[in-house]
């Protein structure tokens, strides 16, 4: 069964507390932490210069009408795409990002971008292995916006067994103890310190709370339906190194990961060559997959796209 509205925005809040401490998130937070793999972090719920999510945002941001810092940003969107890190330093972006925070265009740019990139994919992710109540529903897209969710949903069902073996909840709350031991001893050392997202889940677990029953509380920070009615610790991604943002460019994007997108693609009746190389072919080839299931036929294979192919 679907989430309720009211499902949903506790889910999205529970992310919003870990990214920016609020529960309706901070549309105009910049941060950047120190060794955090994602680099340049910004919006409601945090996207990340590294994983190109924030190029997609600003992009989509400029495409509105009456977007105030257009001009502005739009200077900034070739680097964006390049995943250039040294906008970590760039003060000069940092201030208008966190002046485009307020701009009411730039608000429902994020409501919309962080469903499409985020929320929606992870929905489906949920239901493709079986997990139903929002509880199960928000780890699945806390993983989407921390980052590596497919490689511990992997890890999980190899130690533990599939959801539609062993229950969905069992198999939630294996997932969350795999995670937690992952970040716990990562390699890099930031992510060591968002376990409190895990713990977190692990306490609304404890407390058998699978449907996301309100009031609840946060990290201390209390959820309640007034709160939802209204419109620093770490909060490090840990990006899949693997997943790129895939798109036309000079010279073309090569490699596994093209060359597995274009099978999808040819797998769902679209034709295209399976090279290797995102060319404008490909790139019409993404465009005819996007308008039949309804996405922005952008030719950008993001999150959303590559949620709908199954990759």
Known sequence: MPLTELQKRAAQAIVNIFETGKPEGDYANVTLLPGDPG????????????????????KAYCEAPGAEFDTDLRKYL???ADRDTAL????????I????????????????????????????SAANIGLTSPLGVAIVYDSTVHGSWKRLRDRTDSEHGKAAAIGQNRWTAAYVGERREWLATNTITILRKTVYRMDAFQEIIGKQNWTLGLPLAVRGVPITREILAREDEAS????????????????????????????????????????????????????????????????????????ALGL
Do not use: C
């Not at 680099?39 to 997609?56: C, E, F, K, W």
């Not at 970590?88 to 201030?95: A, E, K």
């Not at 990002?97 to 489906?124: H, I, K, S, T």
């Not at 060319?279 to 922005?296: C, D, I, S, Y």
């Open 39 to 58: 680099h340049l972090t910004y919006g409601r719920s945090q996207t990340t210069l590294a994983s190109g999510n924030l190029y997609l945002l600003i």
């Open 88 to 95: 970590d330093r760039d003060v000069t972006l940092r201030r």
């Open 78 to 80: 070739e680097r964006l």
């Open 236 to 307: 490090a991604s840990a990006p899949d190194p693997d997943e790129r943002i895939l798109m036309l460019k000079e010279p073309p994007l090569t490699g596994p990961d093209v060359r597995q997108l274009q099978q999808a693609l040819k797998n769902r009746g679209i034709t295209v060559s399976v090279d290797g190389s995102f060319g404008p072919k490909t790139a019409e080839a993404v465009k005819t997959f996007q308008n039949r299931r309804g996405l922005k036929a952008d030719g950008i294979v993001g999150p959303a796209t590559r949620s």
């Open 97 to 124: 990002l966190r002046e485009a925070g307020e701009d009411p265009v730039m608000r429902q740019a994020q409501d919309a971008f962080f469903d499409r990139v985020y929320w929606n994919p992870a929905a489906q």
